[in-house]
Structures are given as C-alpha cells and as structure tokens.
C-alpha cells in the first residue's frame, strides 16, 4: 500500500520540475540561436568586447560583422569578454545560464520556497523569450532583486555593486538605488553607490587610453540621444495612440519617477512593514518596464517578474487580485506565445502595443497599495512576520 504525498514531498517535486524547465530552457535556446542561428544580439556583444580591446568605436556599424549597433555601456563591453573570446556556441550557453541561474537565484533570495516555486513558473516563458533572443533582461532583473536583498540585509557596498554591474548593462537600474531609502544607514549607502558606480565607469581604463574611453562614452551618448525618441512598449506609446500629440518621452517618464518614490517619501510610517517594502520592490520591476522608451517583448521579463514576486507573495488572493492576476497572464505572458492567435497577436498586440497594458494597470494597484492601509492579503511573505525591519536577514528563503 503506497503512501500518499505529503504537501513537503509534492512541493519538492514541483521544485524539481521547475528547475528542470528552466535547464532545459537554456539548452534549448542555445541550441536554436548558437546552433540553428547565429544570434545577432549576441554576434554585437562580442565584437563589441573585442573592439574595445583595439581601441575602435563600438557604437559605429559593422556590417559585416553584424547588423544594428552596440547600445551598452564600455564597462559592459569589457565585463563580457569572457563570453567574446570563447567559442560561439560555448558562450553562448554560459551566458544563457548566467541570465537564467541569476533570475532563479534572485526569487529564492526574496520569497520563501513555495512562493518563490510559483514565481519563477509564473516567469518562466518571460525568461525562456530573453534568452531566446540572448537578451541580458532576465539578468537586469535578477540584478535589481539583488540589490533590494542586499540593503534589506544591510549589505550596502553588495548592494551597490549588483546596482553597479545592472546599469553598465542598462541605465534602469539605478531605480534600485531608491531600495537605500528603507535603509538605516542611507549616507552611507549612497556613498558606497556613487563610489561603486566610478569605478564600473573607470574600469575599461584597464584595457583602453583615457582619451579613447572619453570618445567612447561620447559615441554612446550619442546612440542614446537618438534611441531617446523611442517609444517602446511603454507609457509613453500608450499616450501617443491615445492622444496623438507626439509628446516628449521625459516628460511622463519624470512624472513617473515621481510616482515611483512618493510612496516611500511619504509613507514613512509603513517602512516596517516587510509588504510595502516587497510591494515597492514590485513597483520598481514593472516601472522599469512601463516607463522604458526602448522596452521590447524579451524586456517584458524584468516587469513580468515583479508581477509574479507580487502574486506568489500574496497568502489569500481576493477576486479582484485573481482578476488582474489573469488579465495579466493572458494579455501579457502570453502574448507573444503559440497560445495567442496570430490575428491577436498582429492586429492588437503589436498595432497597439497592447502587451504593456496589464502592467501599467498592475503599476496602478501597486501604487495603490502603497499609498493605501495594510490589507489582510498584504500579509506578504517572509515567514509570516508584518513587521520586520530592514536590515534583518531575509528568513525562509527558497
């Protein structure tokens, strides 16, 4: 007579299985972009590395090389060296595995086993599209979740080194900078950050003249400036099909960092409580998405994680959360998927960029959240404690 499962041998297995899913992941979109393709993100990030090493310009075009420009930083170049100089499909693979074990390792830090379980599910076709497109997204939002650990174990110089290495990759990451806030000591959490930041931006001195790297920088400027008019899959796109004005990004994309901290400005009373500070956590992965000019379907995996950090944190989901919880997972994981119709997918989709609208409305609940009283479902996870102030070792990890 056979046993039946105990909830911790059932939980064990969808661990398992989860985990497996994403190893596969990784193998299988190596095999199809290192093998079947040769993956033009990944085909720049290398030659850009190299150029680096002899002095030319990495925001010039390289045709022959690749097609598009290279649009990260020249710390970025120099940090992926290691990846440019072994062979394509080898790179390629432990790169995919970075990305990925990085996302993995980042939702078992901040949630506990069984939520943190349902999190990386919840994200796993976000992550699975980053790295079929040798994307570093899965990576930016590992990085950002990181950070957010890190000052919550008063661990600021940690902090500011994940802050430091995600925006060499792209500037949004700096949001993270805001989680010094609930910290206790903030000065100096500042200071560990700007210090953190000189040095990433110094480093490629290591291999290149003072000279070349300040033309470096000027390039890369120069590419940003133009990328700048950009609308993405944003806010800002939505305001331009709504109201037809041909509005300047920066202005909503102010207005939105305005949003994104006034919470935590105003709201001192609520930075005990281990749910605001997750829901803020949340608020920053979806803002980097919303309110991102260059956003794209493999950028959706830094939003669509915040979004599953929220979900899976809740103990008592209400009607309204279960809702909006399946708007978003129709209408954003998977649209972009087999499972959407092509007629979907072309004509309101992609006409309208319509992917990002569950996550701005997720952004608004958010907000709401933060501005609002505790409610019963925010008794959010970390072991099942309400108030717990930062700085105390995250319990329960998974």
Request: include cysteine.
């Amino acid at each position: 007579m056979t046993e039946l499962s105990t909830p911790t041998s059932i939980g064990r297995r969808a661990e398992i299985l989860v985990a497996a899913l994403w190893v596969i992941a990784v193998i299988a979109a190596t095999v199809q972009q290192g093998v079947t393709h040769h993956n033009n993100n990944f085909l720049i990030f290398r030659a850009a590395s190299l150029h680096l090493l002899h002095g030319q310009d990495l925001y010039a075009a390289y045709p022959a090389l690749h097609f598009d420009f290279y649009k990260y930083s020249p710390s970025f170049a120099l940090l992926f060296l290691p990846f440019a100089v072994l062979p394509l499909a080898l790179s390629m693979l432990l790169w995919n595995a970075l990305n990925a074990g990085a996302l993995y390792v980042a939702m078992g830090r901040v949630l506990p086993r069984r939520a943190a379980n349902i999190a990386r599910a919840i994200v796993f076709l976000d992550m699975l599209g980053s790295l079929q497109n040798v994307q570093s997204n899965a990576l930016v939002a590992a990085l950002i979740i990181l950070t957010f650990v890190a000052y919550e174990e008063a661990r600021p110089v940690l902090a500011s080194f994940y802050t430091g290495i995600g925006t060499m990759i792209k500037i949004f990451p700096l949001a993270g900078l805001s989680f010094a806030i609930f910290h206790r000591r903030v000065i100096r959490a500042g200071i560990a950050a700007f210090v953190g930041l000189i040095i990433l931006l110094a480093l490629p001195l290591i291999v290149t003249p003072w000279s070349t790297l300040v033309a470096q920088y000027a390039s890369w400027r120069a590419i940003e400036s133009i990328d700048a008019l950009h609308l993405g899959y944003s806010v800002m796109q939505m305001a331009e099909l709504l109201f037809r004005q041909g509005w300047p990004n920066w202005p909503l994309q102010l207005g939105g960092t305005l949003l994104l901290v006034a919470p935590i400005l105003l709201r001192r009373n609520r930075w005990r409580e281990w749910s605001f500070r997750l829901a803020y956590l949340c608020s920053v992965l979806v803002f980097c998405v919303i309110f991102n000019h260059q956003a794209e379907s493999p950028t959706f995996v830094i939003g669509v994680g915040g979004a599953a950090i929220w979900f899976a944190a809740l103990t008592k989901p209400t009607k309204f959360e279960w809702a909006l919880f399946g708007f978003f997972i129709v209408c954003t994981v998977l649209a972009s998927s087999d499972a959407m119709p092509q007629v979907l997918q072309r004509e309101l989709f992609d006409k309208y960029r319509f992917k990002v609208v569950p996550l701005i409305l997720l952004w608004i609940e958010l907000q709401r959240r933060l501005w609002g009283a505790r409610l019963p479902s925010d008794k959010l996870t970390k072991g099942d404690e309400a108030n717990v102030a930062p700085g105390e070792p995250l319990a329960n990890a998974g």
